[in-house]
C-alpha cells in the first residue's frame, strides 16, 4: 500500500495545453510538497503548502486537506516543462516524509 | 542558496567492494536522508539523521549503514556491494520544524558489476 498516490503516471501533451496532475493520500500530514526532476538531474522544489493554493509563474498547486488531496497544474506548457514532477507529504508525527511515484510530463512543440 | 551536495554524481563499483557516498549540506539543517530512486518505486528512505550521531533506519536499511559525525556531512556506506544496490541515490535535507523545505542533492548514480 502506497501512502501517497499519483496520476497519471505517464503524460504526453502539446505545447501550449493546460495540464494537470493529481495526487492523493493517506496519513496526516503537516505539509504536502511538489517536486521536479529533470532527466538525469536532481530534484527541486517547487511548492509546500497546507492550505488553499499557491501560483509561481505558470504553476499553479492547490490542496484540499479534508479530501486529503493536491494537485499541480501547469498553464501554457512548454517543452522546458518536460520533467517528473513528484508529490511529497511530510508526516504531522515526525521528521519523515512519503513520496508519489512521479508522473513524466513530456511536452511536444 | 541552500547546497547539498553529493560527492559523486557517477560510480561503478565491482561487487563485495566496499562504497561511501558523502553529503554536504550548508544551512545548518538538522535533519539529513538518503534515499534510493528506482524506476516505478519512486523514492525509498534508507536512513534518516535528524542529530549529530543520531540515525534511525528508514524502509530499506539492510545493506547499508551511515555515519554523521559532523552537523553538515552525512554519509552513506555499502560495506559490500551487491548488484541490486544499482541505483541512484539522493541525499536530501531539512530544518527538523513541520514547515522545513525538504532540499536535495544532484543524485549519485551506483552501477555495481
Known amino acids: 500500500k502506497n501512502e501517497v498516490e499519483q496520476s497519471p503516471q505517464n503524460l504526453t501533451a502539446q505545447e501550449g495545453e493546460f495540464i494537470t496532475i493529481n495526487c492523493s493520500y493517506s496519513?496526516?500530514?503537516?505539509?504536502l510538497h511538489w517536486l521536479q526532476q529533470h532527466p538525469g538531474g536532481g530534484i527541486v522544489s517547487l511548492f509546500m503548502l497546507s492550505s488553499g493554493k499557491k501560483k509561481h509563474g505558470r504553476l499553479i498547486a492547490t490542496i484540499n486537506i479534508q479530501e486529503k488531496h493536491s494537485s499541480l497544474h501547469i498553464t501554457a506548457s512548454h517543452p522546458r516543462d518536460s520533467a517528473v514532477y513528484i508529490c511529497a507529504v511530510r508526516l504531522n508525527t515526525g521528521n519523515q516524509f512519503y513520496f508519489g511515484t512521479g508522473t513524466s510530463l513530456t511536452v511536444i512543440p | 542558496d541552500v547546497k547539498v551536495t553529493q560527492s559523486s554524481r557517477y560510480l561503478v563499483k565491482r561487487t563485495g567492494e566496499k562504497v561511501f557516498l558523502e553529503c554536504v549540506q550548508d544551512m545548518d539543517h538538522e535533519n539529513m536522508f538518503w534515499y534510493r530512486q528506482d524506476p516505478g518505486l519512486g523514492l525509498r528512505l534508507i536512513y534518516f539523521?535528524?542529530?549529530?550521531?543520531?540515525?534511525e533506519k528508514g524502509d530499506i536499511p539492510e545493506g547499508y549503514s551511515v555515519s554523521r559525525e559532523k552537523k553538515e556531512r552525512f554519509s552513506l556506506i555499502l560495506e559490500s556491494a551487491s548488484t541490486n544496490q544499482t541505483s541512484m541515490y539522493l541525499c536530501?535535507?531539512?530544518?527538523?520544524?513541520?514547515?522545513?523545505?525538504?532540499?536535495f542533492g544532484e543524485g549519485s548514480r551506483l552501477t555495481v558489476l
Open positions: 539523521s535528524y542529530d549529530v550521531k543520531m540515525k
Open positions: 496519513v496526516g500530514i503537516s505539509a
Open positions: 536530501a535535507s531539512s530544518f527538523r520544524g513541520r514547515w522545513g523545505e525538504l532540499f
